[in-house]
């Protein structure tokens, strides 16, 4: 074999640089067609590989322009080299992760201006080597490559895939590419299919942790818990009648609130996660209900869809209003079954779950709340010239939720620090205090004593609080949070307490 066809205009070639796509999607592409070389030779490479798994391997140099990706697979057999080269000869199985006939081909492209492939294919003898010159194949309208053959020992079998002078797509966030790749390869990876190795480094699955707790429910605005502690994950399998699309995996509710990492679902086609990896999950409202809310921080989940197609660069599904109709139609289903006694709640215990706090774990907030909030407090604050008052009249205030607290926990919740802040050039002295005495009485409240100091008490057993669990990021968002509303309230003085109240009423509950 001494050339192989790249059949078709050479000018395509330099619109595959600019199409939108990520560095992980990008690196997929490779991925798949590992991973679909080894599926279809399981049987015999499970046998010769260490740990009868595949390995691949990515190495990113951008200071050396370069990135190579490499792999113990089958390699690229005789009857399937003509087709590798060529753009979009889609494969005779297209049922598996390598069915558009694009991915290695748009991807080198979009990374680099000059790229090789080198493979040996288990018994067939023979190496060959083609290099790909994005300038030479254009300005000389190429539509063959040369192919360099070598002997090789009948027991070799890898490709290896070099990109050189990489273009302004080239990787610049390793740790987000590692992220992101294994959580695409969950499933292979948590089976023992993949070995994923990126600059060096074994790439392993995150596995958040499941909420075990009794059923938190909530009546007449007051939880109660429900029987034995219980591990909040659900199975599910939904088929609609009549309907070419189906889902199956999990759903299960969090130990730990997370916003944007470990909450939402990884959607899966085919074993790997389609259009969402990494902290860029799923977060559908009818599973996760609103953003923000305890639901949205807790509910997360995987789910195997079937029916659907995917993009050629498999970045997202195809079909979005049905789509979109299906996760309201499985959603539906659930709730229905959930409230026939089918199904635990688990949307339920995301909504009410409130963690126990032990005293020690308190105290330690309590004290880390009063000093780092008169720390905040202690910086100047100039505020807007323009005072309003938008108070609402006739509103309904929500049933507050009640939690009971133990006495130990109330006892060290209470801490006490002075300070001061400057508002607009005036001083004023307040003390903080914190306290832990129940989601009624709201998240903070603020009084003037007789010689001009105010006195706030900061409430820990608010669910505000719920999600902080030392992090020193979210410490700052909430300290950043109480220190505007205090220092509003001084600032508007006389109409605080209506402030106040609506605030309370809402905070936390919707």
């Known amino acids: 074999m001494n050339k192989v066809s790249i059949a078709t205009k050479p000018l395509v070639y330099s619109t595959f640089r600019y199409i939108a796509n990520t560095t992980w999607n990008a690196l997929a592409e490779y991925i798949d067609n590992s991973l679909q070389s080894f599926l279809v030779h399981k049987d015999v490479l499970s046998k010769i590989n260490p740990g009868g798994k595949l390995r691949v391997e990515i190495f990113i140099d951008t200071d050396a322009d370069k990135i190579v990706i490499t792999d113990n697979a089958w390699g690229i057999e005789a009857e399937n080299y003509q087709r590798a080269f060529e753009l979009a000869n889609i494969p005779l199985d ?16 979009w990374f680099s201006d000059i790229w090789t492939v080198e493979t040996c294919a288990y018994q067939e003898r023979v190496k060959k080597t083609v290099k790909f010159d994005i300038k030479e194949v254009v300005d000389n309208q190429e539509t063959s490559l040369n192919v360099v053959e070598k002997e090789a020992a009948s027991t070799e079998h890898y490709t290896k ?7 302004q797509n080239k990787p610049k966030q390793l740790a987000a590419i590692k992220r992101h790749l294994s959580s695409t390869y969950t499933k292979f990876i948590r089976e023992g299919i993949l070995d994923l190795v990126i600059n060096g480094e074994l790439q392993t699955v995150s596995e958040p942790k499941i909420l075990i707790a009794p059923y938190f429910r909530k ?8 029987g034995d502690p219980q591990t909040w994950r659900i199975d599910i399998s939904f088929a609609p009648a009549g309907s070419k699309y189906k889902v199956s995996g999990f759903i299960g509710v969090l130990e730990t609130m997370s916003t944007d990492k470990d909450n939402g679902f990884l959607l899966f086609r085919r074993g790997r996660a389609i259009g969402y990896s990494g902290d860029e999950k799923y977060r559908p409202y009818p599973l996760c209900g609103q953003i923000g809310s305890p639901q949205y921080k807790r509910i997360f989940g995987e789910l195997s869809v079937d029916g659907f197609n995917v993009s050629f660069q498999k970045n997202a599904f195809q079909e979005d209003e049905a789509f979109a109709a299906f996760i309201e139609d499985l959603a539906d289903d659930l709730k229905t079954k959930i409230r026939r006694g089918e199904l635990p709640d688990v949307f339920g215990q995301a909504i009410n779950y409130i963690k126990d706090r032990t005293p020690v774990e308190t105290k330690k907030t309590a004290k880390t709340v009063v000093s780092s909030l008169a720390q905040e407090l202690s910086k100047p604050i100039v505020a807007s010239t323009e005072k309003t008052n938008n108070e609402k009249s006739g509103t309904t205030s929500p049933v507050p939720t009640t939690v009971v607290v133990p006495r130990e926990v109330q006892e060290a919740a209470r801490v006490e620090t002075k300070c001061s802040t400057t508002i607009d050039g005036e001083r004023y002295d307040l003390i903080i205090r914190t306290k832990a005495d129940g989601q009624k009485s709201g998240l903070y409240d603020l009084t003037k004593l007789p010689d001009g100091t105010y006195v706030s008490q900061i409430n820990l057993s608010n669910r505000f609080f719920e999600g902080y669990d030392g992090n020193e990021d979210e410490l700052k968002r909430i300290i950043y949070f109480i220190k505007v509303l205090i220092t509003t309230e001084i600032s508007m003085d006389s109409n605080g307490g209506a402030f106040r109240k609506y605030f309370n009423d809402y905070f936390g509950l919707i």
């Open 94 to 109: 297209a049922s598996g992760l390598s069915e558009f006939g694009m991915g290695m081909k748009v991807s080198s492209i």
């Open 161 to 167: 895939i070099t990109l050189n002078k990489l273009s």
């Open 219 to 226: 009546v007449g605005g007051q939880i109660t818990k429900e």
